[in-house]
């Protein structure tokens, strides 16, 4: 019996759908040529079949996809829009209604409602530029922190690359010409591609694992020769870099980053923005800073010759330095900005006022009275 009834059942509602849809095409086409009579009934038949589809569908909408607070919810707004409706039309109110209103200026009404209406379209401009620009805040951000994480990437590729190139099985240096040229080749393309802090991020590395530092070399096979404290022992005067950074760092941006330590002598920096950095005990001896911006950074026992104050003077092309007078050892200070540097000592301040030229003279925090200005410009 239940196979029989089900079976009756599939039959009748494949049946119901061909009835619903010979009656849409006779309601369309009785409406169409004005036959009334058979749109009537063609009308009455899809109404009979359809309400039990559209009542069992909202039954099953309304019991199955709704909570329980919301089924609340809908009997309570229902409730509640009855209520109004028999109120206002059976305490009279409509009446009192028509009796107060009568005589007003509808027209006036309606510019009024008009200009609430155009106050709206305006809100809802606003809004939706609201909504707009939330979204493109959001998007900046999510931009923002994928390239963070992609420039860390290439970072860590960079540190791992550089390790394996400069390192043996063993894990001593092995700095051959070519080795110490491809890792020159992939600090240049790194650093052209990274933000300040990423370029900090590299230069730490590099001055950390003494790899910007002049080491001492064998004479025959020019391996780094070990100073005997687990180290690598440092030659300032004929050592070798094993990564010279040269012109890399030519009008780069390293505003406001940590580079305390580092050591970034002999580097090209001219034109750089150095604002804000922690220059703490970093090594610029050699340094071209010409052009320089380092307002408000930190000079902290920041080196800036070899030797003596007395005989110190800025590297130039046509002298080799000479590292105990401390002749041409110096940073190249010309024309750069020291506006509100901090922990300026009185030695450094004289070096800068004397070979800064008038242009640093002007920048230096207490003023250059009384010191020379050897520059001569």
Known sequence: MPLIRNRWRSLWQ????????IATIALII????DFDLVGVLAAAVLLSLSLPILWRGMTSWFYGDLSESQRRLIFAIFGVALSLVALVGMSGAMG???MRFQGTNWDAVGALAEGFGALGQILVALLAAYVAWQQYVISKELTTQQNRITQQQTIDSYFQGVA?????DQGLLEDWPQERAIAEGRTAAILGGLDAEGRAKIIRFLSSAKLLAPLKRDRRLGRPIFDG???YEEDIEYGVRVINLGSMLVGCDLSGT???WTDLSEANLSGAQLTNCNLMRANLCGTILQGADLSESDLSRTRFFHGEIDHATPRDRLNPPNYRTGAQTGVVIEDANLTNVKNLSDEQRYYCCAWGGNKTRETIPGGCEGIPNKLGR
């Open 164 to 168: 394996d190139l400069i390192l043996d």
């Open 258 to 260: 940590d580079l305390r």
């Open 30 to 33: 009785a409406w169409v040529i």
């Open 229 to 231: 404290l687990g180290g």
């Open 96 to 98: 009192w209604l028509r």
């Open 14 to 21: 494949s049946a119901r759908v061909g009835v619903i849809t």
